[in-house]
């Protein structure tokens, strides 16, 4: 019996939206609650264009009036601001070797859909964390660092992560705190953490998705959260702080057959939204038809457009162990 070829089980018009499905079911930034399905992006995503723009009316202010015959309210104007994304352009290139034990088994296109669907889960989340460190740097150099708590040079005693700190960094959001419900930590502030037992395994009302919960907020372990001589960032998100849209590439999926090299492959291609929500992206320096990640690492290519306690991320710079004198 000859031996499968890709070009022989994958089907794109079910393999397409198989993978797009089953990357939001392993990704770790969809289990957590830091993104959540938004259908609205899904169609702004499939609208066309580099840029997708995204209108929206600020916060009502004012004092109220007190009500009489004589004097007329007042009238205040409704504020309105934009949110821009960038739509990123990405794709992979798969030959048969990579897949050869795919191939084999009972249900190939379904297994090739489980791995490609987790290597762009893979990918998503190490661009977010790109797209962070543009993020926070801006914030540093234009708004103060006033969603950055930033411990590491506090000398020994005071500058490693506790239950104390974190909660301090939380509390840079004010009374909108308690809208911070996940942490994405660097392992050797994992390992801290369990140190000093923190880490809580019970069944909670909190999404665990393996890592644990810690002051009630779902763990992601990610050893991509910066590191610089010691100094590790770990970052907390409120429910929904990243906006997320599938898009449409214009050929999703490919399979190809080298004839005189006998090789097989699978050509996967995905336009998608991953985005900090209030924070618009700039396009000053992109030098393709999409941002690398490099480039979204860049600080001047973000710029907060919400109200501060309206961005639902903050940061905090620490030691992972304590430092003794």
Same mark, same amino acid.
């Given at each position: 019996?000859? $031996?499968?070829?890709?070009?022989?089980?994958?089907?794109?018009?079910?393999?397409?939206?198989? &993978?797009?499905?089953?990357?939001?079911? =392993?990704?770790?930034?969809?289990t957590s609650g830091i993104i959540k399905p938004d259908?609205?992006?899904n169609k702004l995503a499939t609208a066309g264009g580099k840029l997708i723009n995204m209108p929206f009316f600020t916060d009502l202010s004012g004092a109220d009036e007190v009500l009489d015959d004589t004097n007329p309210l007042s009238v205040n104007a409704?504020? $309105?601001?934009q949110d821009i994304a960038a739509l990123f352009m990405r794709?992979?290139?798969?030959? &048969?070797n990579d897949?050869?034990?795919? =191939?084999?088994?009972?249900?190939?296109?379904?297994v090739i859909g489980d791995m490609v669907a987790a290597y762009w889960a893979r990918m998503q989340q190490a661009l977010l964390l790109s797209i962070l460190k543009g993020v926070f740097a801006d914030n540093v150099d234009q708004d103060n660092s006033d969603h950055v708590l930033d411990i590491s040079g506090d000398g020994a005693g005071k500058s490693h992560i506790t239950g104390g700190t974190v909660i301090t960094a939380a509390a840079l959001m004010g009374d909108a705190m308690l809208g911070l419900t996940a942490m994405m930590i660097h392992s050797a502030i994992y390992a801290e953490l369990q140190r000093q037992n923190l880490i809580d395994f019970t069944p909670t009302n909190v999404q665990n998705i393996g890592f644990g919960t810690y002051l009630n907020k779902t763990i992601i372990l990610d050893d991509g959260c910066p590191e610089d001589a010691g100094d590790y960032t770990t970052y907390l998100f409120g429910a929904g702080a990243i906006g997320y849209g599938d898009g449409a590439a214009p050929v999703p999926t490919e399979t190809d057959r080298d004839s005189l090299q006998g090789d097989d492959i699978l050509i996967n291609r995905r336009h998608f939204v991953l985005h900090p929500r209030g924070i618009a992206f700039q396009n000053d320096s992109i030098d393709g038809e999409s941002p690398t990640n490099a480039e979204v690492e860049v600080l001047t290519e973000w710029d907060r457009v919400y109200e501060s306690k309206n961005i639902r991320l903050?940061?905090?710079?620490?030691?992972a162990v304590e430092e003794t004198e």
């Open positions: 019996m000859p $031996s499968l070829k890709v070009t022989d089980i994958i089907v794109p018009e079910i393999f397409n939206p198989y &993978v797009v499905e089953r990357t939001a079911e =392993l990704s770790n930034l969809v259908a609205n992006l409704i504020g $309105s601001g794709g992979k290139a798969w030959g &048969v897949l050869a034990k795919a =191939l084999a088994g009972a249900d190939p296109m379904r903050v940061a905090l710079v620490s030691k």
